[in-house]
């Protein structure tokens, strides 16, 4: 079964830096092309960073140049290391698969989340 725990998370003042972690387990972790994922209040969920099994990698406009997605196959981890944070980066982090993992409950198919960290960026 998926399972995908996310940690790092914190409060930080603008021009901060933190480093999220995530730790992926009951898949083929180094075959599959893993993303940073975020929620702010009152908004949609969004990608703002992915990896591939390769190493490529591709960011959000808005996180460009701030942040860098990175990966450990060895260790079955994904990091994100986000430096000059503004408060608009301020939201739920999650990793997923790109494509997201889906599961199947009760006849439906629904996305599967961890329970991602919380990233609050102070002004």
């Known amino acids: 079964q998926v399972q995908l725990v996310e940690s790092g998370g914190g409060l930080v003042q603008a021009g901060g830096s933190l480093r999220l972690s995530c730790l992926g387990s009951g898949f083929i972790f180094s075959m599959n092309t893993m993303g940073w994922y975020r929620q702010a209040p009152g908004k949609q969920r969004e990608l703002v960073a992915f990896?591939?099994?390769?190493?490529?990698?591709n960011y959000a406009d808005s996180v460009n140049g701030r942040f860098t997605v990175s990966r450990d196959n060895a260790k079955n981890s994904l990091y994100l290391q986000m430096n000059s944070l503004k408060p608009e980066d301020t939201a739920v982090y999650y990793c997923n698969r790109n494509p997201a993992f889906v599961r199947l409950v009760g006849g439906k198919t629904i996305v599967y989340w961890g329970q991602g960290t919380q990233v609050t960026v102070s002004s």
């Open positions: 990896i591939t099994s390769g190493g490529s990698t």
